[in-house]
């Protein structure tokens, strides 16, 4: 099922492309579900997996909102953290920020498997790599790159 997020986005007409406008997300938390909280259906694994596929990278609008994601399956008690891969900044981990930056911020909902960075008023040096990072021993990560695009408007015949 879709978060509320994705279904934001897709009406918007975004599907990997997950940038621009703002939306307001309630009930974040970092709560994770027990064995025994578990519909029997939903396979338990002793180690976290990332779903590359919903874990992409980003073209975002220079000063709109962007959402970087990263899905991980089967998290358990393990924490998701946020780096900025190029001074190595600790921007998130679970949904608490720690950055001084307040254009940073940790969402994710309860039972989801959606990990989100949001950066908002993107500026152009926030483009490059961002590191999902997972505690495990040893540390699982995954790597985005945000693009930040400068549209342009050209009046033709002017």
Request: glycine share 6%; aromatic share 10%; proline share 4%.
């Amino acid at each position: 099922m879709l978060t509320q997020l994705y279904q934001h986005l897709l009406g918007l007409g975004c599907y990997m492309c997950l940038c621009g406008g703002s939306i307001q997300l309630d009930h974040i938390y970092d709560n994770y579900p027990t064995k025994s909280s578990l519909p029997d259906s939903i396979p338990q694994s002793t180690h976290p997996q990332f779903v590359y596929k919903d874990s992409a990278n980003v073209t975002a609008i220079l000063h709109k909102t962007a959402y970087l994601n990263c899905r991980v399956k089967g998290i358990g008690n393990k924490t998701v953290s946020w780096i900025r891969h190029e001074d190595t900044h600790l921007l998130t981990a679970g949904r608490y920020t720690y950055t001084s930056d307040q254009r940073f911020r940790a969402i994710h909902k309860v039972l989801s498997e959606d990990y989100i960075l949001q950066i908002s008023s993107v500026k152009a040096t926030d483009g490059g790599l961002y590191e999902c990072q997972i505690s495990t021993t040893p540390i699982m990560s995954h790597y985005v790159y945000l693009q930040v695009a400068d549209p342009q408007t050209t009046i033709l015949g002017g």
